[in-house]
């Protein structure tokens, strides 16, 4: 049987993993559109200092699943360089090797936009509203948008979960979801929905440079002193304990 280029749906900017519990983690693994379980695999998680937690996946649903215990990171510190490689059996016979990047946080990021707070704003989201324009819930894009900041934060190494205070970020999801939303109905040529979505992406870039966010870089649960506090405006920022080495540059 020929080797099968498959693809792992890892969507998250990295794993999340929350010292004080166990996390299921998980690799949704596809061939083409199609979602393929493996049939075996192993899952190892590392830090620079080495091997934390390794073993065999188990599958549900079609999707490999590993279980990092909480005894596991009892010893360790809080940390960003975390490595998850996925080492999957698939049905064509092969082991394929996936590859993440993760940290060990106290508290992971979470969602902060429902479909609730777009139909607040935007009465006519909702599809079960008497003016509804479309058949979509919102779902999708209070998700997506969710997604969109974590990554914009993780890549600019201002890791999203070291975030105490969440208002800022509250209200660039909701306004980056907003615009999707929008888009998403612009494609019906309706002005209306093209100018909304220019409008909401131009409150986003506003937002993105009046918003200071507040860190907890030592885990204790409490904002950090001033040094550690960060605005989004144009310049330079030292993430202190976290990337004390390295320079990560706002949102633009």
Not at 5 to 11: E, G, I, K, P, S
Not at 54 to 75: D, K, L, P
Not at 76 to 81: I, K, R
Request: proline share 4%; aromatic share 8%; glycine share 8%.
């Amino acid at each position: 049987m020929a080797e099968t280029h498959y693809a792992a749906r890892l969507v998250d900017p990295g794993y999340a993993i929350e010292k004080g519990r166990n996390n299921v983690i998980t690799c949704p693994v596809y061939d083409g559109a199609t979602l393929t379980a493996p049939a075996s695999g192993t899952c190892t998680v590392r830090t620079s200092d080495g091997t934390i937690s390794s073993g065999a996946v188990t599958v549900a649903s079609s999707v490999a699943e590993y279980t990092i215990t909480s005894a596991s990171m009892a010893n360790l510190d809080y940390s960003d360089d975390v490595s998850v490689e996925w080492a999957l059996v698939m049905p064509d016979g092969v082991t394929h090797t996936f590859r993440s990047e993760g940290a060990i946080c106290r508290v992971a990021g979470q969602q902060r936009v429902t479909v609730a707070d777009l139909y607040r704003l935007e009465p006519y989201l909702n599809p079960s509203s008497g003016g509804a324009v479309w058949s979509q819930s919102g779902v999708d894009q209070c998700i997506e948008a969710h997604l969109e900041v974590e990554t914009e934060l993780w890549l600019a190494g201002r890791r999203p979960y070291l975030v105490v205070s969440q208002a800022a970020l509250r209200r660039i999801e909701l306004l980056t979801a907003l615009r999707m939303c929008c888009e998403a109905l612009s494609t019906t040529g309706r002005q209306t929905f093209i100018d909304k979505a220019q409008r909401y992406a131009e409150q986003v870039q506003r937002t993105k440079q009046q918003a200071t966010l507040h860190y907890d870089t030592s885990g204790d649960g409490r904002i950090d002193d001033p040094d550690h506090r960060s605005s989004m405006r144009s310049g330079s920022f030292r993430l202190g304990s976290v990337r004390g080495n390295s320079l990560v540059y706002p949102w633009r």
